[in-house]
Structures are given as C-alpha cells and as structure tokens.
C-alpha cells in the first residue's frame, strides 16, 4: 500500500493552502478533513454543533472514512489534511500505525485573531469551543507519537512556511519522503469545492483561499496585542505552552530537526 501522509492541522493554520499546493502537485490522492465531515456531519457526529441545520449524511462513519483512505492508498500515494480532535477517540496504535504523520503549527495568538476577523466577517456571535480549536488534541498526539516512535514528526511553522514557502514545501517534502515540484507552489484563483464541505452552510472560512493564486513569499504576519476580545484572551493563554512546545521541533532547511 502506497502512504497516507497526513498533515495535523489546528483551524487558521494555512493548512488548507497547504493542502490545495499538495492538489496541484498531481501525483497523489487528497483529501480535506475526511473524518472532519464525519465528526460534523456523520451519523456518529461528535461535533458540539452540526453545521448547519441539515441531517446527517448517511453512511459517513470513522470505519467508512478510513476505508476510504486505505482503497485510495492502494491506487496511488494519499495526503490528507486533518484535525486531530476529530479521531482522538481513535488513538490507537493500529489506527495510528496507518498514517506517516506531520504537523503543522501557528501561534495561537494569529490563529484566534484570525478566527475572530472570520466572525466579524460573517456578522455572527458562533464560537468554536476549545476542543475545535483543536490545540490541546495537536499537543497530545504529537507527544503520543514521539512517545511511540522515540523521534518528532516533521512540524512546519505556518510564519516560516509564509516567509520562504518554497524552502519549507521542499525541505517537507524531503521529511516525509516525496519529491519537491516546486510547480506546484502556485495555482490559478477560482473554484475551490473540493476543500468547501465545512462551508455547505454559507459559512465561508475559506474566502481567501478561492482568490489566492499561490504560496507567496509575504512574511509572517502581525497581530496587536490587544486585538483578541476578553473572552478569548483565556484561550491564547492555555494554547501558547502547546504551540511553543511544538515550535521547538519544526522543521529548519538544511539543518536536523531536534531530537525528542
């Protein structure tokens, strides 16, 4: 069976124009958050929320998604962006076992402020809860597999992935055993359904995907301090130990990535 690579992923992480550049190298079946639309939308939801007031679609089990994974990993090489809050009930080392694992991380700061423009955006009060947000589930994985395996996944850092993507798409691609096709860091703006299940409800998170054209040198991008409401302050707070922790192992081109 040919790998299924996943790629960890906290909300407003750059995981998804992640994603999109692994779509376009061309050589590997993608998916977007698989067993998210089951966590959300599948008859054994999880979710706290269903987005949306529609029913559950049937047939969208864990089983069914992971099936899925595996029949396509027989075809040809997978990638698969994904949560990890949406299969911490299915931790186990079999589970866990049928994926070469990474990681991709952003300051909890950018993320949550991110987070909050996309409300104000939208005109609505909906939150995420702590467990979507999924910082406390990142940190617990990848603690578990450098557990399991006595050595860190590949972390990229969404700052430095922004600053020099070109650097840090090929040193990942070295990482988890691919090759670099540097054609694939820009793409055509436009349609985007592929990566849209979460925004069937009009939600829209992925706005500025559909108008991007590619992964472009832009640095890291700033937040003011005080631009994070009372409310989610607490937050940043409780997440900001997890990011560091992860920062400490993120990938470096041409340099060896920390021991665990």
């Not at 079946?29 to 987005?51: K, Q, T």
Request: hydrophobic share 35%.
């Amino acid at each position: 069976m040919n790998p299924i690579i996943v790629l960890w992923a906290t909300p407003r992480s750059t995981s998804t124009a992640f994603e999109w550049m692994m779509r376009m190298r061309g050589d590997m079946v993608c998916f977007h958050e698989p067993f998210g639309e089951a966590w959300y939308h599948g008859p054994e939801a999880r979710a706290p929320r269903r987005s949306g007031d529609q029913p559950p679609t049937p047939g969208l089990t864990f089983d069914v998604v992971l099936d899925r994974l595996r029949s396509a990993a027989r075809r040809r090489p997978v990638f698969s962006k994904e949560m990890p809050h949406h299969v911490d009930h299915l931790w186990t080392d079999e589970f866990l076992a049928t994926f070469k694992h990474s990681f991709i991380i952003r300051d909890p700061h950018k993320a949550l402020a991110s987070m909050e423009r996309s409300y104000a955006k939208q005109g609505t009060t909906q939150r995420f809860t702590r467990h979507e947000l999924g910082f406390d589930a990142q940190r617990r994985l990848f603690d578990l597999l450098c557990d399991r395996d006595g050595a860190a996944p590949p972390v990229l850092d969404s700052d430095d992935l922004l600053t020099d993507p070109a650097a840090m798409v090929a040193t990942y691609c070295e990482a988890v055993g691919i090759p670099f096709i540097p054609e694939a860091l820009s793409w055509e703006p436009g349609d985007r359904s592929e990566v849209l299940w979460y925004d069937r409800d009009g939600s829209n998170f992925h706005d500025t995907l559909i108008r991007s054209d590619g992964l472009k040198p832009q640095g890291p991008s700033t937040v003011p301090p005080d631009e994070l409401p009372a409310d989610v302050g607490h937050l940043h707070d409780a997440f900001r130990s997890h990011y560091e922790h992860l920062h400490t192992f993120r990938l470096q081109p041409a340099e060896r990535r920390a021991t665990y």
